[in-house]
């Protein structure tokens, strides 16, 4: 693909994916919040645009896509549907399925993929465990072979599409050690017997199901075992990367869909005669935005085309991890100072800065806290 045709592909992906969530997201996510979740229907719809698929290959229902490609999509998702419940649970596929895809055999890869980016089925990642918070070494729970079965019990939390998934993809410990080295990852299906799930509430992400799992003797076909014992830990950590460049592209969304009810509301607001953009303070704030926006959509630009061009080795991996730092800083600003703008109806429900400043916090701790963020780039430039 030529530079030429990739801006026009990318014009064209934003285009249509800006009057999707203009038209089937933004004007229902006050509703869907107070409802606790979106239709499913949602997923067919989306599907049925290619949003699912876009990144997947073309065999299992999908469309080969560049990071450069799949950017413009996640940071318009985000900004015109100004959700993260939506977000959270309509793509959750994206960390649920690429194990699959990785690891799976083709019988499984054929059974499971397609569905779900055809929107007709869900898929989950469950890798966190209570009180383990970002430590997946030290996970605890267990699968045991027995026979043609794995038998799993342990529990998982804050799963996201917890309750809806027909298809979780579990981190488990196979041997009788502890660390990296004895964990595996297992395909479960969601009506498997013996796995109870509690919805959990949460600050925000309100229209996103949550979940508390526990698995209380779960057989599980050894077919379902992706990649060889012991495999998992590898694939997690490189599963958590894609997750992290997501994440960043989702907060530029969200800090961009800030800045622009801002914009219109200081544009329009008449304080002391003049409208609020009059005021130097507030267009200081809005620059200030600005700043923090074009900086990070600059920096992402540059991580996706190193990916692209197939360099994704230890020092890429620190580039995203404090990408994705930086990328959040941003949104909490945005978030903060967009309310600030919009001043008392900052803090009420259905307006885009109130919402979005609840899931600020989500998205720092997500996939990786800024703590484990800075530590894990420390690594890999070698500085310890």
């Given at each position: 693909?030529?530079a030429?045709?990739?801006?026009?592909?990318?014009?064209?992906?934003?285009?249509?994916v800006?009057?999707?969530?203009?038209?089937?997201?933004?004007?229902?996510?006050?509703?869907?919040?107070?409802?606790?979740?979106?239709?499913?229907?949602?997923?067919?719809?989306?599907?049925?645009?290619?949003l699912?698929?876009?990144?997947?290959?073309q065999?299992?229902g999908?469309?080969?896509?560049?990071?450069?490609l799949?950017?413009?999509m996640?940071?318009?998702?985000?900004?015109?549907?100004?959700?993260?419940?939506?977000l959270?649970?309509?793509?959750?596929?994206?960390?649920?399925?690429?194990?699959v895809?990785?690891?799976?055999?083709e019988?499984?890869?054929?059974?499971?993929?397609?569905?779900?980016?055809?929107?007709?089925?869900i898929?989950a990642?469950?890798?966190?465990?209570?009180?383990?918070g970002?430590?997946?070494?030290?996970?605890?729970t267990?699968?045991?072979?027995?026979?043609?079965?794995?038998?799993v019990?342990g529990?998982?939390?804050?799963?996201t599409?917890?309750?809806?998934?027909?298809?979780i993809?579990v981190?488990?410990?196979?041997?009788?050690?502890?660390?990296?080295?004895?964990?595996?990852?297992?395909?479960?299906?969601?009506?498997?017997?013996?796995?109870?799930?509690?919805?959990?509430?949460?600050?925000?992400w309100?229209?996103?199901?949550?979940?508390?799992?526990?698995?209380?003797?779960?057989?599980?076909?050894?077919?379902?075992?992706?990649?060889?014992?012991?495999?998992?830990?590898?694939?997690?950590?490189?599963?958590?990367?894609?997750?992290?460049?997501?994440?960043?592209?989702?907060?530029?969304?969200?800090?961009?869909?800030?800045?622009?009810?801002?914009?219109?509301?200081?544009?329009?607001?008449?304080?002391?005669?003049?409208?609020?953009?009059?005021?130097?303070?507030?267009?200081?704030?809005l620059?200030?935005?600005?700043?923090?926006?074009?900086?990070?959509?600059?920096?992402?630009?540059?991580?996706?085309?190193?990916?692209d061009?197939?360099?994704?080795?230890?020092?890429w991996?620190?580039?995203?991890?404090?990408?994705k730092?930086?990328?959040?800083?941003t949104?909490?600003?945005?978030?903060?100072?967009?309310?600030?703008?919009?001043?008392?109806?900052?803090?009420?429900?259905?307006t885009?800065?109130?919402?979005?400043?609840?899931?600020?916090?989500?998205?720092?701790?997500?996939?990786?806290?800024?703590?484990?963020?800075?530590?894990?780039?420390?690594?890999?430039w070698?500085?310890i």
């Amino acid at each position: 693909m030529t530079a030429d045709e990739l801006r026009e592909a990318r014009d064209a992906l934003a285009a249509t994916v800006e009057r999707f969530a203009r038209a089937e997201i933004a004007p229902h996510v006050t509703a869907w919040d107070a409802a606790g979740e979106f239709p499913r229907a949602l997923y067919r719809r989306a599907a049925d645009l290619g949003l699912l698929g876009l990144g997947y290959p073309q065999a299992y229902g999908g469309t080969p896509a560049p990071h450069a490609l799949r950017l413009p999509m996640w940071v318009a998702l985000c900004r015109y549907g100004a959700s993260g419940g939506v977000l959270a649970s309509l793509l959750s596929h994206n960390i649920g399925l690429p194990p699959v895809l990785a690891l799976g055999s083709e019988d499984v890869k054929r059974e499971v993929i397609p569905p779900v980016l055809a929107g007709e089925r869900i898929a989950a990642l469950a890798i966190t465990e209570p009180g383990g918070g970002s430590d997946v070494a030290a996970l605890r729970t267990t699968s045991r072979r027995d026979g043609d079965d794995y038998v799993v019990d342990g529990e998982k939390i804050f799963i996201t599409s917890g309750m809806r998934a027909d298809w979780i993809t579990v981190a488990v410990r196979t041997g009788d050690g502890r660390g990296a080295k004895d964990i595996s990852l297992l395909l479960v299906p969601g009506d498997s017997q013996g796995l109870s799930r509690t919805r959990l509430d949460k600050m925000g992400w309100l229209c996103s199901d949550t979940a508390h799992l526990r698995f209380d003797g779960v057989r599980v076909p050894a077919r379902y075992l992706l990649g060889d014992e012991g495999a998992g830990f590898k694939a997690i950590m490189g599963n958590f990367n894609a997750e992290r460049f997501g994440i960043a592209c989702a907060a530029l969304g969200f800090s961009m869909a800030c800045y622009d009810e801002a914009l219109v509301c200081a544009q329009q607001r008449q304080t002391f005669g003049s409208p609020l953009v009059g005021h130097q303070v507030v267009r200081h704030k809005l620059v200030d935005m600005q700043q923090r926006i074009r900086s990070t959509a600059a920096w992402l630009e540059t991580v996706a085309a190193r990916a692209d061009a197939g360099d994704t080795g230890a020092d890429w991996v620190g580039e995203v991890c404090v990408l994705k730092n930086h990328a959040t800083q941003t949104l909490q600003f945005c978030a903060d100072a967009g309310v600030q703008i919009l001043g008392g109806m900052g803090y009420m429900r259905g307006t885009v800065c109130e919402r979005i400043y609840r899931e600020v916090k989500v998205l720092t701790i997500g996939g990786g806290t800024e703590e484990i963020m800075k530590d894990l780039a420390a690594r890999q430039w070698h500085m310890i």
